[in-house]
């Protein structure tokens, strides 16, 4: 079971960027799929995520009107678009899948992580 996350780098603020990840060696139908950042010296924090089969994602308080998540079930791939980029979104941004997705928000109820991508935002 592998997840694989990729699209991150450097921008400036105000700038976009997308992330995607990728699953591969499981079915990830029946998970929900979520988003979460690290900086140094800072916990986990959840970003976004959506349920199988779409619907509508639920976000963090500090991204909420700047990224948006999806999903594509057939490609079993999941992405994060992020705009107006901040400094204060530079992290190592993580994909997850989990299940049941009420507990999409929590990142200790994740079954399974993705290595991480770094995000840089500069001033």
């Known amino acids: 079971v592998q997840l694989q996350a990729s699209g991150g780098g450097l921008v400036q603020a105000g700038g976009s960027l997308s992330l995607s990840c990728a699953a591969s060696?499981?079915?990830?139908?029946?998970?929900?799929m979520g988003w979460f950042r690290q900086a140094p010296g800072y916990v986990r924090e959840f970003v976004g995520a959506?349920?199988?089969?779409?619907?509508?994602?639920i976000y963090g308080n500090s991204v909420k009107g700047r990224f948006t998540v999806s999903r594509d079930d057939a490609k079993d791939m999941v992405y994060l678009q992020m705009t107006s980029l901040k400094p204060e979104d530079t992290a190592v941004y993580y994909c997850g899948a989990v299940s049941p997705y009420r507990w999409a928000r929590y990142a200790g109820r994740y079954s399974y992580w993705g290595q991480g991508t770094l995000v840089t935002v500069s001033s």
């Open positions: 959506i349920n199988w089969g779409g619907g509508t994602p």
């Open positions: 060696g499981h079915t990830f139908d029946s998970y929900g």
